[in-house]
């Protein structure tokens, strides 16, 4: 089947030169300043005005027309955001896709709350690539897609989470370990969408071999890998490495996040999104 595969930015796409795919960018506002997380943003210029910068920062998800936008002219759409638990996204999706139904009577649209974000979006879309040719069937299709879904996982490293305890994304008190010299917080998304705190650790070792723990304890035995990270190619390497090392069969790549997971990343963040079991 053809479809259009629609994303917001979260999924770290919207470069993403495939015809098939289409993104609906989020925006990141620091102070007077505004960088919508499209194909152009300079991520490197967004996170060094963000650090200048001692007031007030924010995000905004795609706006209905956003999402209109980006389904534009497509049959068979699927639409996946990133958590409804800590973004308006989804529900913006929700409402497009039925003024989109609305004005295209046949169209099939299926919007999927991912209850996560970037590199196990990543994955979804991957899956979609590879499986969607093949098929027919629409809603089988979109079963099918679920399924694969419930089967991965998402773990983070963070230096950092000012950005999201600023804005309401995490507890004061969970910010503020992570702001003590060299504590890493490792955590992952819960099946709620929400970021759970999993351990926190002291130094660069210790917290990929945490990463990778943890990766593990929730289910990952080997396939599909997506690194992402916010200026640390060399902690998201080490992190291939040591996979790699136990198991042989794992199928890793290694990207730059774009504006909106870097924006809550911050600098030296690294996201995963790992499959749960031989899928
Ligand atoms: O609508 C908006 O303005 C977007 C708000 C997004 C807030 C959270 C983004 C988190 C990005 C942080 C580490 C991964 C956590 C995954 C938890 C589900 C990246």
Known sequence: MNCKIVVDSSADLAASKNKNIATAPLEIIIGEEKFSDNKKINVAAMMKTMKAHKGKSSTSCPSVKAWLDAFKGAQNIFCITITSALSGSYNSAC????????????????????????????????????????????????VRLKKYMSNTGLIFMLK?????????????????????????????ASEKGELKTLAKVRGDDAAIASVLENMEKTGFQDGKVKISHCFNKSEAKALKNLILQKYKNAQIEIYEMRGLCSFYAENGGIIVGYEKSAV
Request: include cysteine; charged fraction near 25%; charge should be neutral.
């Open 95 to 142: 409402v497009a896709a039925k003024e989109y139904k609305a004005l295209n009577p046949n169209a099939n649209i299926c919007v999927i709350d991912s209850l996560s974000t970037g590199a196990e979006i990543g994955l979804a879309v991957d899956w979609l690539l590879k499986n969607a040719e093949q098929r027919d069937d629409f809603v089988e299709l979109s």
């Open 160 to 188: 950092s989470l000012e950005n999201l305890a600023k804005n309401g994304r995490v507890p004061l008190a969970v910010a503020k370990i992570a702001g003590i010299l060299g504590i890493r917080v490792v955590g992952k």
